[in-house]
């Protein structure tokens, strides 16, 4: 009966927000200047567990791989995820489980079937589409499974080798998704980019943002790579709710470093409004490297990364928040175990 009650008043709350008008506002429009202040890393240094919670998965490599994974320095866990719109889905599914099996700290994000978005209302009657969701919903019943993504729903300043996609927070298809996260309690890991072709969509895709996590309160919501903004706008959306998340990466693309949006820069510091940024929201922030698992996994490239970049930037921050952005947050939004990393 409370279980009941409970339900039906979740089900009123969110019938409430649905119907509400959401109107983030941005704090600081795009571009930063690249001049501002910074912090060396020095000769600090964090020795701890590291979790890789967005790693691309490139089927090419095959998947005799688990023995690069939990040795100093390389992390101690990976989370695997498809290219959106890039689909392998069942492959992938397959490939993460034996992986898993072989080697219990690689995981993965259930592919989401990306070519689902675009299809007519009519596609979204059918059976195909209903098996689809089906078997979303099992793979995150399964232990190597812990969310879903990386789903864009912006994804245009690439190379011409990657997809550009643009869905409608309306769309069929990412609506049951997300309600199939929030009846699971599950992650999101979400790419949507608020700059498209250099021209601001940052309303657009913040008021999407703030849609998802009051619509759907039980989804624990990751925005990809900082959001790809700057530290105003995101700790806005960070504030929106406890649920909401982000992860960091160190790219060396010019894709954002020419707005000046990247907390990590070339000369092994980072940008001293992000680095207090980092600090204040310690128990909010993770590692995505965003790299290509097995092509750029060897132990000399990725190591050198973690080793030259990561660990010296953990080591700036105070013991606890250099723990919680190498770790501890990613075994509490991931449900992962924690006796793993003792």
């Known amino acids: 009966m409370q279980r009941l009650v409970a339900s039906t008043l979740g089900l009123l709350i969110s019938t409430f927000i649905c119907n509400s008008v959401f109107a983030f506002e941005v704090q600081e429009t795009c571009c930063r200047d690249k001049n501002r202040s910074t912090i060396d890393f020095k000769d600090n240094y964090y020795y701890g567990p590291i979790i890789d ?19 100093y320095p390389l992390p101690q866990a990976v989370i695997l995820l498809p290219t959106p719109g890039i689909t392998e889905d069942r492959k992938l599914n397959n490939t993460i489980k034996k992986l898993h099996k072989s080697s219990k700290n690689i995981f993965g994000l259930c592919p989401t079937y990306m070519t689902i978005f675009n299809q007519s209302d009519e596609y979204y009657k059918k ?5 689809k969701l089906n078997e979303i919903e099992t793979n995150l019943s399964q232990e190597w499974c812990v969310g879903i993504g990386e789903i864009a729903l912006r994804h245009q300043i690439k190379g011409d080798y990657q997809p550009h996609i643009k869905i409608n927070y309306s769309n069929k298809a990412f609506q049951d998704i997300l309600k199939i996260l929030n009846k699971h309690n599950s992650v999101l890991d979400l790419h949507n980019e608020p700059i498209l072709n250099n021209v601001s969509h940052e309303k657009m895709a913040f008021d999407d943002i703030e849609k998802i996590a009051k619509n759907y309160p039980n989804i624990k919501l990751i925005l990809s790579h900082t959001a790809m903004t700057n530290p105003q706008n995101l700790q806005k959306l960070l504030d929106i709710s406890p649920n909401v998340y982000t992860n960091f990466k160190h790219t ?14 070339k000369k092994a510091s980072i940008y001293e409004d992000w680095l207090m940024f980092f600090e204040k929201n310690s128990k909010k922030i993770m590692l995505g490297s965003d790299r290509k698992f097995m092509r750029n996994f060897k132990r000399v490239i990725y190591g050198r990364i973690l080793d030259k970049k990561i660990r010296p930037l953990l080591g700036t921050l105070s013991k606890s928040s250099a723990e ?18 003792d």
Do not use: C
């Open 53 to 71: 919670t967005h790693v691309h998965f490139v089927k090419s490599y095959g998947i005799k791989s688990n023995y690069i994974i939990g040795t």
């Open 127 to 131: 059976e195909a589409y209903l098996n």
């Open 252 to 265: 060396k693309t010019k894709r954002w470093a020419s707005f000046g949006l990247e907390p990590i820069i």
């Open 324 to 341: 919680n952005i190498g770790y501890r947050n990613a075994i509490k939004v991931y449900n992962l175990n924690p006796q793993m990393f």
